[in-house]
T-cell receptor, first 113, second 118 residues
Framework: GENVEQHPSTLSVQEGDSAVIKCTYSDSASNYFPWYKQELGKGPQLIIDIRSNVGEKKDQRIAVTLNKTAKHFSLHITETQPEDSAVYFCARKGDTGRRALTFGSGTRLQVQP | GAGVSQTPSNKVTEKGKYVELRCDPISGHTALYWYRQSLGQGPEFLIYFQGTGAADDSGLPNDRFFAVRPEGSVSTLKIQRTERGDSAVYLC????????????????FGAGSRLTVL
């Protein structure tokens, strides 16, 4: 279906280390994969996204990779900083079925100073 | 406005009461979404408006939930006969029409309305 599985649910890293969060999907019609960051008391905010015709996209310390064959995509954060601590959500959308984003269950990232 | 505004930020009500939650989207954004987020979970889709009409309401859990957007800007989510299981944060998001049709559906979320049903 249109569900997205996200792992891990919690992730703790030392400041300066890298963090990787992975999501898998089953709907082969999925063609848009954004990542959102949610801080306490706020709504989710888009941090990076990727279309299905691209395998990788990078924006400073964050990058997203997409493997369409395996139906998974990952968020990579390098040189983590305490302000990266938040809950991160992956999402997907396709051109068929529901015309809205379907979100994963979230990953709580804690960056230890 | 500068962002998506949601009111009230917090609402405490008793079981069985009627509740209205308001969303004021970014000016010019024709697409508007309602999501529900339970503690420790990702946002769960409820309904999507394109202009004044509900283009997709498949996420509404039952007929106690209803949403309107009469003039294509402000939207109201209405919940009748509230139940304790309705307790959650209700998020509203909007996006410009171009991103909807391009497939890269960039949503701007409000801070949410936290509903607690006692």
């Amino acid at each position: 279906g249109e569900n997205v599985e996200q792992h891990p649910s919690t992730l703790s890293v030392q400041e300066g280390d890298s963090a990787v969060i992975k999501c898998t999907y089953s709907d082969s019609a999925s063609n848009y994969f954004p990542w959102y960051k949610q801080e306490l008391g706020k709504g989710p905010q888009l941090i990076i996204d990727i279309r299905s015709n691209v395998g990788e996209k990078k924006d400073q310390r964050i990058a997203v990779t997409l493997n369409k064959t395996a139906k998974h995509f990952s968020l990579h954060i390098t040189e983590t900083q305490p302000e990266d601590s938040a809950v991160y959500f992956c999402a997907r959308k396709g051109d068929t079925g529901r015309r809205a984003l379907t979100f994963g269950s979230g990953t709580r990232l804690q960056v230890q100073p | 406005g500068a962002g998506v505004s949601q009111t009230p930020s917090n609402k405490v009500t008793e079981k069985g009461k009627y509740v209205e939650l308001r969303c004021d989207p970014i000016s010019g954004h024709t697409a508007l979404y309602w999501y529900r987020q339970s503690l420790g979970q990702g946002p769960e889709f409820l309904i999507y408006f394109q202009g004044t009409g509900a283009a997709d309401d498949s996420g509404l859990p039952n007929d106690r939930f209803f949403a309107v957007r009469p003039e294509g800007s402000v939207s109201t989510l209405k919940i009748q006969r509230t139940e304790r299981g309705d307790s959650a944060v209700y998020l509203c998001a909007s996006s410009p029409i171009e991103t909807v049709f391009s497939g890269a559906n960039v949503l701007t979320f409000g801070a949410g309305s936290r509903l607690t049903v006692l």
